[in-house]
T-cell receptor
Framework: AQSVSQHNHHVILSEAASLELGCNYS??????LFWYVQYPGQHLQLLLK????DPLVKGIKGFEAEFIKSKFSFNLRKPSVQWSDTAEYFC????????????WGLGTSLAVNP | GAGVSQSPSNKVTEKGKDVELRCDPI?????LYWYRQSLGQGLEFLIY????????KSGLPSDRFSAERTGGSVSTLTIQRTQQEDSAVYLC??????????????FGPGTRLLVL
């Protein structure tokens, strides 16, 4: 079955701490991978995406993610978080073939204390 | 340019009533998606339109749910005889196309539906 698992449901960090949010997927075939972010009171925004090529992708606001095919993982990282990173983070996957619908993880709520 | 817009932003209805939710995709985007975000359950795919192709309705939870896309642009999601379990945020997304880098989906603000 197609699924996405985000290991951390709630994360609390202090400013300047490093962040890593786990994402593992189960999906047959070639995949596209995404991280979306939802800031309080705002709608979902794309943070970064992987389609092909370099498995280390860089997104907005200093975020990056690494696609490790052998581990079916696409973990999100940021070396130093800010209070403004407080948000809900969602990992999603779809197929690189004809199946375009996104399969989503349950999300990780990140709270950064100033 | 303008992003994906959805209306209404909030909808409160009584059990058994029909509701219509509207989505205006980004101009020029050929693909349009509907998702549902329920409390504690994450986002769930509902339906996908791509150009003039038959829509992928595989995510619609029951025959009370239907959607159409007129003129390849605006889409309406209709829920008939609403039930309390239909309460959720209904999200619409659009993408430029459906291959390669055109696949990135851009989301609207959602419609928060509450069924009493």
């Amino acid at each position: 079955a197609q699924s996405v698992s985000q290991h951390n449901h709630h994360v609390i960090l202090s400013e300047a701490a490093s962040l890593e949010l786990g994402c593992n997927y189960s999906y047959g075939g070639t995949v596209n991978l995404f991280w979306y972010v939802q800031y309080p009171g705002q709608h979902l925004q794309l943070l970064l995406k992987y389609f092909s090529g370099d498995p280390l992708v860089k997104g907005i606001k200093g975020f990056e993610a690494e696609f490790i095919k052998s581990k079916f993982s696409f973990n999100l990282r940021k070396p130093s978080v800010q209070w403004s990173d407080t948000a809900e983070y969602f990992c999603a996957v779809n197929g690189a073939g004809n199946n375009r619908k996104l399969i989503w993880g349950l999300g990780t709520s990140l709270a950064v204390n100033p | 340019g303008a992003g994906v817009s959805q209306s209404p932003s909030n909808k409160v209805t009584e059990k058994g009533k029909d509701v219509e939710l509207r989505c205006d995709p980004i101009s020029g985007h050929t693909a349009l998606y509907w998702y549902r975000q329920s409390l504690g359950q994450g986002l769930e795919f509902l339906i996908y339109f791509q150009g003039n192709s038959a829509p992928d309705k595989s995510g619609l939870p029951s025959d009370r749910f239907s959607a159409e896309r007129t003129g390849g642009s605006v889409s309406t999601l209709t829920i008939q005889r609403t039930q309390q379990e239909d309460s959720a945020v209904y999200l619409c997304a659009s993408s430029l196309g459906s291959s390669g880098k055109q696949e990135t989906q851009y989301f609207g603000p959602g419609t928060r539906l509450l069924v009493l």
